[in-house]
T-cell receptor
Framework: DQQVKQNSPSLSVQEGRISILNCDYT??????FLWYKKYPAEGPTFLISISSIKDKNEDGRFTVFLNKSAKHLSLHIVPSQPGDSAVYFC??????????????WGLGTSLAVNP | NAGVTQTPKFQVLKTGQSMTLQCAQDMNHEYMSWYRQDPGMGLRLIHY???????DQGEVPNGYNVSRSTTEDFPLRLLSAAPSQTSVYFC???????????FGNGTRLTVT
């Protein structure tokens, strides 16, 4: 039972346009969300995070939006660049899981930014 | 600044063989963990450690052992490899359990 769902396995966007990657979750106890980016043959790298007390967090070209009532978050990349082509994972933490809070991962969305 | 280093990058084993996947980090992180990534399954936690001498099981611990004798190293042992353990294995570390993870580049293991 996937508690973190990334319903789009893939997304294709033109260079310079906005990329929007979506993530839905089912557990209302999740209070911290992270996005990781993964290139082929490399490990995931942390991109951006958001706490449930916020509804937006921005870091350069990357912005994450959180809609708690809809249990939905999205990652916006503006403008998209060919180097952004990667698999993007959404992950969440449960506030009741203690200090060793394990991440619950989505299955990822493969983004292709076309020149 | 090496970060998290995993060795080997690739490994082929026969069913029943044993091996150890090595993981070392040079960031003085307390928290270390092992994940496996399989198609359609996402990243699944195998074992984790919150500090030297302390380990605990994740979602899919069966068939794997770990130890944490130093802060830097967190090896993953397969005692008797099975084809179901064919996967890509990632080691990750963080300053503490709640911090963003730093991942190694993975070990691709095939068990025939």
């Amino acid at each position: 039972d996937q508690q973190v769902k990334q319903n789009s396995p893939s997304l294709s966007v033109q260079e310079g346009r906005i990329s929007i990657l979506n993530c839905d979750y089912t557990n209302s106890m999740f209070d911290y969300f992270l996005w990781y980016k993964k290139y082929p043959a490399e490990g995931p790298t942390f991109l951006i995070s958001i706490s449930s007390i916020k509804d937006k967090n921005e870091d350069g070209r990357f912005t994450v939006f959180l809609n708690k009532s809809a249990k939905h978050l999205s990652l916006h990349i503006v403008p998209s660049q060919p180097g952004d082509s990667a698999v993007y994972f959404c992950a969440a933490k449960n506030k009741n899981a203690g200090n060793n809070r394990k991440l619950i991962w989505g299955l990822g969305t493969s983004l292709a930014v076309n020149p | 600044n090496a970060g998290v280093t995993q060795t080997p990058k690739f490994q082929v084993l026969k069913t029943g063989q044993s091996m150890t996947l090595q993981c070392a980090q040079d960031m003085n992180h307390e928290y270390m963990s092992w994940y496996r990534q399989d198609p359609g399954m996402g990243l699944r936690l195998i074992h984790y450690s919150v500090g030297a001498g302390i380990t605990d099981q994740g979602e899919v611990p069966n068939g794997y052992n770990v130890s944490r004798s130093t802060t830097e190293d967190f090896p993953l042992r397969l005692l008797s490899a099975a084809p179901s353990q064919t996967s890509v294995y990632f080691c990750a570390s963080s300053r503490q359990g709640g911090s963003p993870l730093h991942f190694g580049n993975g070990t691709r293991l095939t068990v025939t």
